[in-house]
């Protein structure tokens, strides 16, 4: 089985930072896409940040230059650098990895999530 678990939350003020790491475990042939989601009480899951196997990105026009995404293939992890938080961060983060079982030639793909991990932010 494949999981995913996450660590790095908890509180913090704003303008503040924290780091999350997502470290997947299991048995597949390769883990292409990853990414972080997050979703606030009473919203939706909404995506913030994604990253491809070779490292090409893309953010949620909210994150505005304020977090970074970025990955270990070798240790089959996803980090997510946040800084200057702001209030409006406040939710459970969630990793996500697009995983292929099999061989390139003939493989299934699915989308695995992580536990998810509390972020605060106090005003």
């Known amino acids: 089985q494949v999981q995913l678990v996450e660590s790095g939350g908890g509180l913090v003020q704003a303008g503040g930072s924290l780091g999350l790491s997502c470290a997947a475990s299991g048995s597949f042939f390769r883990i292409d896409a990853m990414g972080w989601y997050r979703q606030a009480p009473g919203k939706q899951r909404e995506l913030v940040a994604t990253i491809t196997r070779i490292r090409d990105t893309a953010y949620a026009d909210s994150v505005g230059g304020r977090f970074t995404i970025s990955r270990d293939n070798a240790k089959n992890t996803v980090y997510l650098q946040m800084n200057s938080l702001k209030p409006e961060d406040t939710a459970v983060y969630y990793c996500?990895?697009?995983?292929?079982?099999?061989?390139?030639?003939?493989?299934?793909?699915?989308?695995?999530w992580g536990q998810g991990t509390q972020v605060t932010v106090s005003s």
């Open positions: 996500n990895a697009k995983v292929l079982k099999g061989s390139t030639a003939y493989y299934t793909a699915s989308d695995y």
